[in-house]
Every structure is written in structure tokens, then in C-alpha cells.
């Protein structure tokens, strides 16, 4: 997870280098949503962005749900232990954002949590309309009434379908729109030219944009030399 914030792998072991990098982090990001308090991190955000509830409500129905034989295991207390030293940027990391998190949502106030419980209950009874009352009234329509944290809006068989959209099709969509080679440059660095970075000294990268930079840098301190 902090790699791909950009935190060096070579790096995992100095945690005042890991603590400076992700108060850094802290000052970039307003907010990092956690996906284990989702609606606290949507309803937050769509108060600091200004938002509309309609712009926040995700389906309950989960897309990404995998079976693995070891979902059931439950680690050890030793393998706990050896984890948290293994990623113990990874935690550092998690935890500083969920404290952020709760702090922002303690700031908001008690009308914070009349929200949320608005907002989950919303949340579900337009996930039963969009898989279950479409079916039988194709061209039914409901209308969410205007509250304290929303004006009034449509949900229809178009809404539906946006919140019904598989994350791998939005990401098709968007990177269609980006141009070929752009996409290329801030392509993803795979795990074996990484690998081959250490083998070679050099550091390691997250994207292709930046290795390419640091060849080039390599090559212009050659020719000088």
C-alpha cells in the first residue's frame, strides 16, 4: 500500500524516513477513505467536497467478492506478529489515516451520525429498486425526498446502471478518453523491472515515466563523464 503512494521499497525498514513521508501524505491528501468504514468515508466526503447524497451512493451489492481456500484462515498471534514487521510501513500508514479519519468525523458534530444512519438506509433501499423492482417495473422511477443533507432526486433505470457498473469498465472508460501515449508514460512499473532496478543499485519505481527519467538522467551523466 505505501509503495503505491510512492514510498521506496529499499525504504522499508527506516520508519523515521516512512513517519516523515507519510506526514507528507497527511498534508497532500484532505482525505484517504477506508474501504472497513466506507459510509463514514463517503458521507464525510461528500460533506467536504459539497456535494449531493445522489453523488455518493454506491451499491450494496458487492462486484469484486473472490472465494480463497485461506479467507477462512485465522493467522497466529506469531504470524501476526511477524506480518506487523514485515509491512510495518503498511501499518503505519493504516493507522495514521483511520486516527485522521475519526478525527475529522468527531469534528463534524452529532448531525454527523443522523446522517450516516440516513444515508445507509438510503443506500439500501435503492439497492433493493435496482436489482430487484427494476425486474418487475422496468420504466418505475422513484423519487428520493429533498433532507437536512440533500435536495430532492430522480433514481431511474440510468442511475441504476451507474451505480451497477463494474470498476474495471469505469477505469475502461476513463482510460479511453486519456490518450495511447499518455497511458504508456505513467504506465505501471512491473514487479521484474523492479527487481532488475535492485539487482542494478538503482532505486525502484512505480511508474514507467519515472524509470525512464532516471535512465536518461544515468545516460547524461555518462556522456559528461
Known sequence: MAFDLGY???GADDM???ERYIKELEHDFTLVL???????????????MCWETRDVVCDTVPKNARNYSYKSYIPTAEEMTNLRKWKAVDYLLYDTFNRSLWRKIEAQGPDFKKELDYYRELKKNISWYCHEDLKQRSNHSIVVKASNWSPQFVVDKEYCRGIKTREWILMRDIRQKASWKEERRWGIVLPIENVRSI??????FKYKI?????EKGLQKETKTN
Do not use: C, F, Q
Open 8 to 10: 521506496p521499497t529499499e
Open 199 to 204: 539487482i542494478k543499485g538503482w532505486p525502484t
Open 16 to 18: 523515521e524516513a516512512a
Open 34 to 48: 477506508l474501504l472497513e468504514h466506507l459510509d463514514e468515508s463517503l458521507v464525510l466526503l461528500r460533506r467536504l
Open 210 to 214: 519515472e524509470l525512464t527519467n532516471y
